[in-house]
């Protein structure tokens, strides 16, 4: 089973709003990372948790908070966020940090 | 220089027919190499990784040329379902700091 679960899949929110979105791996998997992605552009590396610990914050604002809470789940918390920040959110996961990573379907997110 | 460069294409090819992409990367210690597909608006999806002896998996094949520091991969006989965009993936390095990094892709574009 190579799969990583993503909620919701797809979300609006306001520029005021809080939202958060979950990602769930059962494939014992110790890296997880949260990426960004826009139209016709490849994956941006926004955080990597190894070991349940944040690894890696890609100077991403601090609107946009990650979270471990145990080693099969990944959250960000979105907070104030502005109409730029409309993408493709991707979550993967990999064995270990810097392995072969599989990818969640991804949350399609439009800040209005 | 960018540290993973693809030809971003479009390569547009007759369905039957051999293509091959290239990708070069800045980082001579490098350590892993992947080859991922993504559809539109799908998430990418692991493809094949690349090891120092090459491989291949059906139509597809892999090679990682050190030296010149560039992987390749070759379709054969390719199918329309082959049309996707392919995404050059490189771990500069293993350790705490390491992530994977994304080319731009090559979309490849398979004609009946």
């Known amino acids: 089973d190579t799969e990583v679960t993503q909620t919701p899949k797809h979300l609006v929110m306001g520029m005021t709003n809080k939202k958060s979105l979950k990602c769930e791996q059962h494939m014992g998997h110790r890296a997880m990372y949260w990426y960004k992605q826009k139209a016709k552009k490849p994956p941006e590396l926004m955080f990597v948790y190894s070991y349940e610990k944040l690894s890696i914050n890609e100077s991403v604002p601090s609107r946009f908070s990650p979270e471990c809470p145990n080693s099969s789940l990944l959250n960000l918390h979105l907070h104030a966020l502005q109409p730029e920040d409309s993408a493709l959110y991707l979550c993967?996961?990999?064995?270990?940090?810097?392995?072969?990573?599989?990818f969640g379907q991804g949350t399609r997110l439009t800040v209005v | 220089r960018k540290e993973v460069e693809q030809d971003p294409g479009p390569f547009n090819v007759p369905e039957g027919a051999t293509v091959a992409f290239n990708c070069t990367y800045s980082n001579s210690a490098s350590q892993s190499f992947f080859w991922y597909r993504q559809d539109c608006r799908k998430e990418p999806k692991l493809l094949m990784s690349v090891y120092s002896s090459g491989n291949e998996d059906g139509r597809f094949t892999a090679q990682l040329n050190r030296a010149s520091q560039y992987i390749s991969l070759l379709i054969r006989d390719s199918k329309l379902s082959d049309s996707a965009t392919y995404l050059c993936v490189v771990n500069p390095r293993r350790s705490s700091a390491s992530k994977i990094i994304f080319g731009s892709g090559t979309r490849l574009s398979i004609r009946p």
């Open positions: 993967a996961s990999s064995q270990d940090q810097g392995a072969e990573a599989f």
